[in-house]
């Protein structure tokens, strides 16, 4: 298994040595009393299994030539339930099992002679941090061969129904004829709609092009989301690749876009991943452990929507339930929408992989978003200097698309405003929209607006995803039969979610998420030309901006959008370029030092350092009659569809708020990193004590 998918990227019968040498550390003989009493569910003490194989290697291969070679398999081997590890401490550990464990080694080496020969490592010449992405992929294929192999044993049946998944062709098709139904059903004669059209038809040409970097500039409301798919399945047929992963920023427009897909390809072709429950990092063989383990997403369904957290955390981690379905990546198209929402903190390791990625494993990346960061042209950014960018929608193009799609008027209020004269400004509006900075600000807003709150809508990490998939319901219901409605969000709503007010007021903030808020705005172009909608931009007098790169894009947008500048230039794509490169050069784009990290192999201290978000996020079950019934089905089979039906009703918290909640009786732990609430959780505001997230990107 790990040979086949290793092959894809080059490393083939090194995995299939790794997969060989892996199972014969499970032929000591006390491991395999330890599965027998396993099998018989009797009580017995833990024998490890995976450092045995390691072992080996490195015994067999520091001495060699290329002595170094170990690495690529005892790191691998010996990680595989647990983390790979730093090559120091992996050394260390493995040099103080020569003495002690001396008749083991002789009972793995009998095995091992049976085989047909030592392997012959050849590997490809790599840069350091290209060895540092090499192996956590052929660690991938080994962590995956393995579940797999042991589902196979446990559930052959869920086992055989894998192979079956449905192939890219198949998808493109069904798109097919799902976009002459809705040509034949949509207004051709709306602004909006023509745009859409025009943008449709230039990704369906452009995705006959070859593998490699791909940018798609839109304005928003242009239809990026139908158009990005049309060009990810042509794109992947015609390359002959094996599947498309799009990386979204918030759960909420995953909760969209994964609807809308699954609308045009079916439900069983799509597979929507948010957060997943924490493994044990042990090697445990009870019955609990291994199905948790079994529960791992490994993304071999033909089309993924997922969070970016979750992709390009991933692709730095060194736990097996992160990296198994790596080896997936390759051969992929990535698109990744709102790209200028990737943490500029650390541009420099994300873009350094991306383009590993398309050079060495097959993949082509899409770049989307409205407001366009041209990485390969800033003297800030080395990983993509040099590198060819195919534009999607030329340059001529998207700039008269801008200037088609101008259906807002910006507004810039003079003063900073408290929330009391906000909330008195907003009781004046029929339908409107806030979007706020923080979560914090979104829940002092809505306490300082009248006590009839009938009317008035919440939207932010700190509700649940079937809660937010019902408040967009209602909201899109009142907006079209013109009912009063003033939704308070955060930024979960500013990125690509479809929804249209007549007036959006954005607290001041990085110069693209402005722009982003202004597309929830007049978005279908119904409102009349000499009408157009209003965005008015403020400062809270009482917020609190996020720290770190965030507060620097806000001081920016600051400088940018003062007199004599005209606030009319926002409708320019020219002007995100200009203020990108200044963020850039105000911001270390890799401040966590992360390259230095690969380059000496050091995946546990690559993992802790590389966050899109600062601190830890584990996911807490909202406690109501759905989500206890949901709960007892994971419970009695753990896996990924009891799994899959959970993450609607899950907040993701930070780690410390969970320790202090859970110290103060609000929070009970249902297994290791996965809790349950009690009482907390209002109609409102959500999970009401999680209130401290400074970017509401979520895991």
């Known amino acids: 298994m790990a040979q086949g998918f290793a ?105 091992a002679k049976r085989l047909f020969s030592l392997p012959k490592i050849t590997l490809p010449e790599l840069t350091r941090t290209q060895r540092e992405l090499f192996i956590r992929m052929v660690f991938s294929t080994l962590v995956d061969a393995d579940h797999l192999n042991t589902e196979k044993h446990f559930n052959e049946t869920q086992y055989i129904l894998r192979q079956k998944r449905q192939r890219i062709g198949h998808l493109r098709d069904r798109f097919i004829v799902n976009q002459l139904e809705l040509m034949r059903s949509v207004d ?12 449709y038809e230039l990704c369906d040409k452009a995705a006959a092009g070859k593998r490699g970097i791909y940018r798609m500039t839109v304005p928003t409301g242009g239809g990026k989301t139908r158009s990005g798919l049309a060009f990810a399945l042509r794109h992947a047929v ?11 920023p918030y759960t909420s427009i995953i909760d969209q876009t994964a609807k809308e897909y699954k609308k045009i390809l ?85 873009l350094d992989v991306l383009r590993d990625l398309v050079e060495r494993y ?69 339908q409107v929209m806030v979007v706020l900075n923080t979560r914090k600000d979104a829940l002092s807003l809505i306490d300082s607006l009248s006590d009839d709150k009938k009317d008035v809508f919440h939207l932010s990490t700190l509700l649940c995803g079937i809660h937010r998939k019902l408040i967009l319901r209602e909201v899109k219901r009142r907006l079209k039969i013109g009912l009063p409605v003033c939704l308070i969000s955060t930024q979960v709503i500013e990125a690509g979610v479809d929804i249209d007010f007549p007036v959006v007021y954005r607290a ?30 403020f400062e809270p007098s009482e917020g609190r901006a996020p720290k770190g790169p965030y507060k620097t894009g806000i001081e920016k947008a600051k400088l940018l959008l003062m007199p004599p500048c005209d606030i009319a230039e926002l409708h320019n794509p020219e002007l995100y370029r200009i203020y990108f490169e200044k963020l850039f050069a105000d911001v270390d784009t890799d401040k966590k030092k992360i390259q230095s990290h690969r380059e000496v192999l050091d995946y546990p201290i690559v993992d802790s350092e590389y ?71 209002d109609r409102l505001k959500g999970l009401v004590p999680a209130i401290n997230d400074p970017s509401d990107l979520i895991q």
Request: proline share 5%.
């Open 7 to 111: 092959d894809k990227f080059g490393a083939g019968d090194l995995a299939y040595w790794i997969g060989l040498w892996h199972d014969l550390g499970k032929s000591n003989p006390e491991f395999q009393d330890y599965l027998a009493a396993c099998q018989n569910n009797e009580r017995h003490e833990k024998i490890p299994h995976a450092i045995w194989g390691a072992f080996l290697a490195y015994q067999l291969l520091r001495h060699n030539t290329e002595g170094d070679r170990w690495k690529e398999i005892a790191l691998t081997i010996a990680g595989h339930h647990g983390r790979i590890d730093q090559p120091g401490s992996m050394s260390q550990r493995l040099e103080e099992l020569t003495q002690a464990n001396h008749l083991i080694f002789q009972h793995i080496v009998k095995y």
């Open 238 to 248: 015609e390359n002959k690749m094996d599947r498309i992963i799009f990386a979204i």
């Open 266 to 350: 079916g439900a069983e072709a799509v597979l929507e991943h948010h957060s997943q429950v924490s493994i044990p990092a042990d090697e445990s063989q009870n019955a609990a452990n291994l199905a948790l383990r079994l529960a791992i997403e490994n993304w071999e369904t033909p089309l993924i929507v997922t969070t970016t957290v979750q992709l390009f955390e991933s692709l730095f981690s060194n736990k097996p339930g992160k990296v198994r379905k790596l080896h997936n990546i390759s051969r992929s198209v990535i698109v990744i929408d709102e790209v200028q929402t990737l943490p500029s903190e650390l541009l420099t390791p994300t």
């Open 362 to 430: 097959g993949v082509s990346v899409v770049l989307c978003t409205a407001t366009q960061p041209v990485f390969e042209e800033s003297q800030y950014l080395k990983p993509f200097q040099g590198l060819e960018v195919h534009e999607i929608v030329p340059k001529e193009e998207y700039q008269a698309l801008f200037r088609k799609l101008e259906r807002v008027k910006y507004y810039r209020e003079k003063e900073p405003i408290s929330w009391q004269a906000l909330a008195n400004e907003l009781s004046k509006e029929n």
């Open 508 to 537: 001041i903030g990085p110069l693209d998420r402005i722009v982003q808020a202004a597309g929830r705005c007049n978005r279908e172009g119904k409102l009349p030309q000499d009408q157009p909608g209003r965005v008015i931009i």
């Open 611 to 681: 966050r899109l978000i600062e601190q830890n996020t584990v996911p807490v079950l909202i406690n109501c009659e759905s989500a206890t019934k949901r709960l007892k089905e994971w419970k009695y089979h753990p896996c990924r569809r009891t799994w899959q039906r959970l993450q609607p009703l899950l907040v993701n918290m930070f780690d410390y708020e969970v320790q202090k909640l859970k110290a103060e009786g609000w929070l009970e732990p249902i297994t290791e990193g996965f809790y349950l609430s009690f009482g907390m959780y």
């Open 188 to 199: 051709s004669v709306s602004v909006v709609n023509r745009v859409r059209k025009e943008v």
